[in-house]
Each structure stands twice: as C-alpha cells, then as structure tokens.
C-alpha cells in the first residue's frame, strides 16, 4: 500500500507538472506551484524529481515501464507484435490522474506540448528518459522471445520500435492529424506489415 501511494503520488506530480508548464510556459512554473496542485509540499516534491524537467519525462519512463511490466503478463502463446498492440493502446488510456480535470482544448493542448518539448532541459531529460525506457522493453520482450536484451539486437530494436511509434505518433499528435490512439493503431499496423511503400 506504501509504495502504491508513492507511485499514485509520482504520477501525480508528473501529470500536474506537464499540465501546468502546457498551459502557462516552462519557465512559468514553480516547483512550488505542481506541489500546490497536487496538495503536498515542495520538500515531497523534491523527495520524488529533481527538477520539473524530470518530473514532465517521468510520465515517458513510467509508461514504458509499465507496458515492460503487462508485455511479461500477456499469454504465452500471443504472437509478440499483438500482445504489444494490445499494451500499448492499454496504456495510453487516460488515468485517473488525468480523468480527474476537464479535457483541455485539443488544438491549445497540442500546441503547448509542442512548446514544452522545445524547451532544452525537458529535451535532455527526455533523452535519458528514453534510453531507460528502451533497455525497460528491451527486456521484457527478451523475456517473451528467450533472448538476451544485453547482447541480443532482437529485442533491442523491438524495443526502440515501440518507442518510434509512440514518438512518431506523438508528434503526428501534435501536428493535429489524429487521436493519439489512432495514430499509434496506424503506427503499429505499418510496423507489422514490413514498412511496404506507400500505394
């Protein structure tokens, strides 16, 4: 129950610190000010990121990780790129983190994200963040496939597969073409069928 309450608390301070610097600019936001929105103090906060930049990649990491965490659950017999499918649609469905404010205006939204993602200290963090969350999937599909994530390139480029697509599907995101889980069926589905060339 502790360390649920801690992750329920990360998340939080993550998602309020990504919807605060969206809708008011990086350097806008306190760390004081995401403390304030989720009801703790800037001391706790610090105890979970070190920076606001680490707090907006956490949400990239945690997601990651836990697609790392269902992909180990799924059955056995699943072929691997639908049991990736399936995680990956399961865990971009909206939390309750998110769930609990009103939906934002898709166009102001996409918009502040691409903003935010300009700043160079989330661009950093952002990369560290990535690199964790590859070696994260690496393994789990090492796990599903039987191979070594550490001296296997198999797993490693399945890996860094899912992270394109989220990243592709993202900024399609951002440039207004779609939902985001539409883009990442999109995104997916090319990946499956071999990146033939377009018609």
Same mark, same amino acid.
């Given at each position: 129950?502790?360390? *649920?309450? !801690? /992750?329920?608390?990360?998340?939080?301070?993550?998602?309020?610190?990504?919807?605060?610097?969206?809708?008011?600019? &990086?350097? !806008?936001? @306190?760390? $004081?000010?995401?403390?304030?929105?989720?009801?703790?103090?800037?001391?706790?906060?610090?105890? &979970?990121?070190?920076?606001?930049?680490?707090?907006?990649?956490?949400?990239?990491?945690? #997601?990651?990780?836990?697609?790392?965490?269902?992909?180990?659950? #799924?059955?056995?017999? *699943?072929? @691997?790129?639908?049991?990736?499918?399936?995680? =990956?649609?399961?865990?971009? !469905?909206?939390?309750? $983190?998110?769930?609990?404010?009103? +939906?934002?205006?898709?166009?102001?939204?996409?918009?502040? @994200?691409?903003? =935010? %993602?300009?700043?160079?200290? %989330?661009?950093? $963090? &952002?990369?560290?963040?990535?690199?964790?969350? *590859?070696?994260?999937?690496?393994?789990?599909?090492?796990? +599903?496939?039987?191979?070594?994530?550490?001296?296997?390139?198999?797993? /490693? %480029?399945?890996?860094?597969? =899912?992270v394109a697509a989220q990243n592709?599907?993202?900024?399609?995101?951002?440039?207004?073409?779609?939902? =985001? #889980?539409?883009?990442?069926? $999109?995104?997916?589905?090319?990946?499956? !069928?071999?990146?033939?060339?377009?018609?």
């Amino acid at each position: 129950m502790r360390e *649920e309450k !801690k /992750q329920a608390t990360r998340t939080a301070l993550s998602w309020a610190a990504i919807r605060l610097i969206v809708a008011r600019g &990086y350097e !806008k936001v @306190l760390v $004081e000010d995401i403390a304030a929105e989720v009801g703790v103090s800037p001391r706790t906060f610090n105890n &979970y990121f070190g920076s606001k930049a680490e707090a907006v990649a956490f949400r990239h990491l945690d #997601r990651c990780e836990r697609m790392a965490e269902a992909l180990r659950a #799924r059955p056995a017999g *699943e072929p @691997l790129w639908e049991s990736i499918e399936h995680v =990956m649609l399961e865990t971009f !469905k909206p939390g309750p $983190e998110v769930t609990a404010h009103p +939906r934002p205006d898709r166009e102001a939204w996409a918009a502040g @994200l691409h903003r =935010m %993602l300009a700043v160079p200290a %989330l661009q950093a $963090e &952002y990369l560290r963040a990535g690199a964790m969350a *590859e070696a994260a999937l690496a393994e789990a599909v090492g796990d +599903r496939t039987g191979t070594d994530a550490a001296t296997n390139i198999y797993p /490693q %480029l399945v890996a860094a597969t =899912m992270v394109a697509a989220q990243n592709v599907a993202s900024r399609n995101f951002m440039a207004g073409s779609d939902t =985001m #889980r539409t883009l990442l069926v $999109e995104a997916l589905h090319q990946i499956t !069928k071999g990146l033939p060339p377009p018609a």
